[in-house]
């Protein structure tokens, strides 16, 4: 089985290289967030190591749009107004 997954860049470049069938993609990580970084030209030397990935939470810290639980509740009207506003405020009208 080849390499799959997040492992450290091997060239050193960023914080993590996503690897795909053994091969440095230009998928790359620096302080978890994604971006592209295409790998050198040069072939890396030693082996590869794996990062240890942090397992998603189960969602306790997520709230729903019309939750009330923190701050005034939901008003679907305030919110298209606001909207409205907000688009006649850049569209210069």
């Avoid at 290289?17 to 030209?41: C, K, M, N, Y």
């Avoid at 189960?58 to 509740?73: I, V």
Wanted: glycine residues 12%; proline residues 12%.
């Amino acid at each position: 089985m080849t390499e799959e997954g997040w492992y450290v860049d091997p060239y050193g470049l960023h914080d993590d290289r996503w690897i795909s069938d053994g091969a440095p993609t230009a998928l790359v990580r620096d302080g978890g967030v994604e971006s592209q970084g295409p790998p050198p030209g040069a072939p890396y030397t030693g082996p590869l190591e794996r990062v240890e990935e942090t397992p998603p939470g189960h969602g306790e810290d997520l709230l729903r749009a019309d939750s009330t639980e923190h701050g005034k509740p939901f008003d679907p009207k305030a919110e298209e107004t606001a909207a409205w506003e907000a688009f006649d405020e850049t569209s210069g009208t």
